[in-house]
């Protein structure tokens, strides 16, 4: 399909007008009502003013009001940008001074960060504000309902966005300096969709649990967008919380999970799969990170019923990229995250951009419908985005004989010691899959006779006393000398990103102290 990406509520609409389109809060939202709670917010917004190409910023978790404003902006040509609740004020409003939102829609609640979007509003003007959950402390502030007010009749084709239109500035978390803001189209939207639900044979009547953060592409794409293609029922969640997952995959019958592999960890830590009924789940998704054997066959034993399946994907790409698919073995989730959907490209190349052979190590390139044009500011783009449409995403990895990526890490993070590459990727899938380690993270520091040698990270299993000089001779008698880790540091205290991931840029800054 072409066009605006929301066409696609107003066709489950027509076609499926009582299916339910999300639950929040026990609350169902049919595919009728949606599509008319769109239209409403859109004339709202004409009416405002607004015309494609203006922004709108949110502030907002899973819920109706963010479903409804991606899709209502999206039909009138608006270009969304979403907020991190973690950010403070001053952060919020750097990243608005870049792109000049005429509106927000924000969270008035919990305190925290209410407190953070009234001192925003000192910092930047915003044209109109609209709160949703609790109230603003601010004049002319709006309820958020406001924006169902408008009239529900079809948007005029002369707002309709082109295919290349940008429709979402979803901002990368950055291995330096600012962070990078990917520019996804709707072209893109409806790209990585359609071969989400094509490679997972995601349908009208499954469920999917929608409690991925909505300022990163895994909440708006691999999540909702996909179950919005499918004309699939959502399960809107405004965060995640590991025994909130469970109780809401048992009562609603839950059939399509995803997560980064921290999220997994958290549930098996903090809740009890056994004292609910999982059945439900046919596919679950491990992505984000490379998944251990371990932790893929813990996933296997919670779901009886599901498929368990890996994926590679960035915001760049609008999500996912790589698949492995609900017939593979398990095995492929566990040493690939899978191959590109059909119309994607990848290859591996050299220094020199020269393509390599199977199993070589090199940077990782994609092509294809998905993967954005370039980025919001055009000195980003430099070095990224190659002839014939090949985009250098910054990642090392190799391919097997099958096709299938093994990802092998930011090229950034890779390291010489003794004059030999050092994958910090590889090392930490090796110290995941030892007994006790819940995850860990492997850097470089400087050392006057190797050049550099890693520092790894451990993060033990809850409750476990690891055995340092234990793990420290498994690595001996299984890694080459140049890859071992010659400084360990067991902590629980390292910081993370909004999806679960442990933030390397931060533990760098801080190595000297973790050290001294």
Known sequence: MTGPFPNIIKQHAQERPDHIAYYFFEQPVTYGEFDRQIDQAANALLNMGMKPGDKIATLLPQSPAFSTLFMAAGRIGMVVVPLDPRFKAGEMQALCERTRPRILATLAYPEEIKAEVEQLLGLYSFEQVFFYLGALDHPGVQPYEKLLEGEAKPVPEEFHPADEDPYIIIFTSGTTGRPKGAVISHKNSWAISKATTD?????????????????HVAGTHDLLAAQYYAGATGIL?????????????????VSYFG??????????????????D??????????????SQELVQQVSQAFPNGKIVASFGMSETAGFFTFTTPDDPPERAEKTEGKPAPGFEMKIVDLHGADLPVGEVGELFVRGDSVIS???DPE????????????????LGRLDDQGYLIFMG??????????YNVYPQEIEAFLNAYPGVNTSAVMETPDEVWGEIGVAFVIPEPGVDLDIEALKAHCK????DYKRPRKFIVTEDVPRSLIGKVVKKELKKNLDKYLD
């Open 199 to 215: 490679m997972w044979g995601i349908l009208h009547t499954d469920k999917v649990l929608c409690n991925m953060p909505t300022s």
């Open 237 to 253: 969640m405004p965060k995640f919380d590991p025994m909130e997952t469970l109780a809401a995959i048992e009562k609603y019958g």
């Open 259 to 276: 997560g980064v592999p921290t999220m997994y960890r958290l549930i098996f830590k903090n809740a009890d799969v056994t004292a609910h």
């Open 278 to 291: 999982l059945s439900s789940v046919r596919l679950a998704v491990l992505s984000g990170e490379p998944s």
């Open 374 to 376: 370039g980025y919001m």
């Open 380 to 395: 980003d783009d430099k070095s990224v985005f190659m002839d014939g449409g090949w985009m250098a995403t910054g990642d």
């Open 410 to 419: 930011r090229i950034k993070e890779m390291y010489i010691s003794g004059g």
């Open 477 to 480: 008698k299984h890694l080459a």
